[in-house]
């Protein structure tokens, strides 16, 4: 069975067994940040559309949930920014009528500044917004935000969400060498974090193939320094993923989940291997030779993501 819409269960490192909802497609944006694990971003406007039919993406959850998969949040994200799908309250009612499992919404945080749009999702469990930034000049070099956003209406949206918000508000900090790993960079975003209501704090490092190739992570005595500095957690310290899916065919099956989720060549085996396949080196092959699969060589791994 594919879907177009859902992927996972993943056990995500923040959320456990995560089951994904993309409400957007073709890696549609409005930040450009130099990270992506999805590569170029074809860019938006900030015009809230409906990418997506909602009676589709329902469709496909209800046919998870009659299957019976076990999964412990339902975590809204995708092929880009879910804020810029315009239904997206309709979206988390209706997930959250049909299951008691917590309802989660990860944003790069660029839409909050609209009450409306704050308005729209006061009523997920959970929200996990972006602040990699500390002033304007860092915002456009790290997240090159499309048009005319600026920090400070940016922040402001977190912050003013984040005063509001009943839920649990989990904010990312995701850390690039060079960019906002300074002491300068860090005592900047300590102040910035001291104006929001947050219940957990994760610190991030690029460990998939971004889209700028001279993209750096902080080595590891820089991150307990960051941790130091900021509290928080470093994600790196949580569990490592691991994969499913629905489809039945496994190169469907690895190509839908590299759509939305790089992997590299241990978890794609590994996958396989839970999946029961026998040939594996002969899959790994022709993998390497769809023209839709781009293979990024990183030290020892070869990321795996599908072209846009």
């Known amino acids: 069975m594919e879907f177009n819409y859902i992927y996972g269960p993943i056990n995500s490192r923040r959320f456990g067994l995560s089951l994904g909802i993309s409400p957007v497609v073709d890696n549609t944006c409005n930040f450009g ?3 992506c694990q999805l590569g170029k971003t074809r860019y938006s406007d900030h015009k809230r559309e409906e990418h997506v039919p909602l009676q589709a993406i329902i469709d496909e959850f209800e046919t998870v949930l009659e299957c019976g998969e076990h999964f412990d949040v339902v975590s809204i994200v995708g092929d880009g920014e879910p804020l ?6 309709s979206l988390i009612r209706a997930l959250k009528s049909r299951t008691s499992r ?10 909050l500044h609209e009450k409306t749009v704050r308005t729209d999702i006061y009523e997920a469990d959970i929200v996990s917004p972006s602040l990699d930034a500390f002033d304007e000049t860092s915002f456009k070099r790290i997240n090159r935000p499309y048009g005319g956003l600026s920090f400070e209406a940016y922040y402001d949206g977190i912050r003013t969400f984040s005063k509001a918000y009943s839920g649990e508000l989990w904010l990312e900090i995701m850390f690039v060498k060079d960019m906002n ?6 005592e900047k975003l300590k102040e910035k974090l001291q104006g929001i209501h947050y219940d957990r704090l994760y610190l991030n490092t690029p460990v998939r193939p971004p889209t700028e190739t001279d993209v750096r992570a902080p080595d590891t005595e820089r991150m307990k320094h960051i941790q130091k500095t900021l509290g928080g957690i470093p994600i790196d310290y949580l ?9 039945e065919d496994d190169m469907q099956a690895i190509k ?8 590299h060549q241990f978890e794609i085996e590994g996958f396989l291997k839970d999946r029961g396949r026998e040939d594996i080196d002969a899959f790994m092959q022709r993998l390497a030779k769809e023209n839709d699969v781009e293979i990024i060589r ?4 070869r990321m795996h993501r599908l072209k846009h």
């Open 33 to 35: 940040c130099v990270y």
């Open 84 to 89: 810029l799908h315009k239904d997206i309250i």
């Open 102 to 111: 917590p309802v989660a919404l990860i944003t790069n945080g660029a839409m």
């Open 181 to 186: 790993d300074t002491d300068e960079a860090l």
């Open 239 to 247: 569990s490592a993923p691991c994969y499913q899916s629905y489809a």
């Open 256 to 263: 839908g989940l590299i759509r939305r989720h790089p992997m």
């Open 298 to 301: 990183k030290g020892r791994y």
